[in-house]
Nanobody
């Protein structure tokens, strides 16, 4: 059973910012094994940032920042200088959840003028 809840998505104009949140149940919250993924229209789901290994996709490097609040069992994604190509459903997940193909509902981000 998925125990991740993503929020914070919405509609934003190019150049704008959004901060996504992911609240995980205490039993699965492992920041070192967690990351943010996204799936754009017609695309496969891709990893864009991983807290544990520091990975950041080239497409978002310098614009997106991943962080955590361990006291709140939460993972965040600060997204700045948003572009239309950032339009996607954004998901957080643990490495194990990804391997099991278990995902939350995600949060929709739409970047458009």
């Amino acid at each position: 059973q998925v125990q991740l809840v993503e929020s914070g998505g919405g509609f934003v104009q190019p150049g704008g910012s959004l901060r996504l949140s992911c609240e995980a149940s205490r039993s699965i919250f492992r920041p070192d094994s967690m990351g943010w993924y996204r799936q754009g229209p017609g695309n496969q789901r891709e990893l864009i940032a991983h807290f544990g290994n520091g990975y950041t996709a080239n497409s978002v490097k310098g614009r997106f920042t991943i962080s955590t609040d361990n006291a709140k069992n939460s993972l965040f994604l600060q997204m700045n200088s948003l572009k239309p190509e950032d339009t996607a459903v954004y998901y957080c997940n643990t490495d194990l959840g990804r391997l099991r193909n278990e995902w939350g509902q995600g949060t929709q981000v739409t970047v458009s003028s």
